[in-house]
């Protein structure tokens, strides 16, 4: 534990935001992870609304310094490459 008090108040901010990261993260996965399931499925007009929900939440969490832009561009290319290999078929 911190003896100093500025570091257990650093002790205390640090914990506060990674339970933020860590539900910021959990929704990104799991709006991708419908995206995908979606895409899957044929679901074009679902598929859609899905990805672009998540491309939003990785935007917000680059915005907000929680994943890295580079990561965050990456899943949105990959996203996307999916969706339209649905639309071309």
Do not use: C, W, Y
């Not at 008090?5 to 991708?32: C, E, G, M, P, Y």
């Not at 965050?72 to 639309?87: E, G, H, T, V, W």
């Amino acid at each position: 534990m911190p003896i100093k008090h500025a570091a257990f108040k650093a002790l205390r901010q640090s914990k506060k935001k990674r339970i933020i990261n860590l539900k910021v993260k959990k929704d990104i996965l799991s709006a991708t992870k419908t995206g995908k399931r979606l895409i899957a499925e044929k679901k074009t007009d679902e598929a859609k609304t899905a990805v672009l929900k998540a491309i939003r939440l990785l935007d917000k969490a680059v915005a907000k310094g929680i994943m890295k832009e580079n990561t965050a561009s990456r899943k949105k290319s990959r996203l996307m490459k999916k969706l339209n290999a649905l639309n071309k078929k």
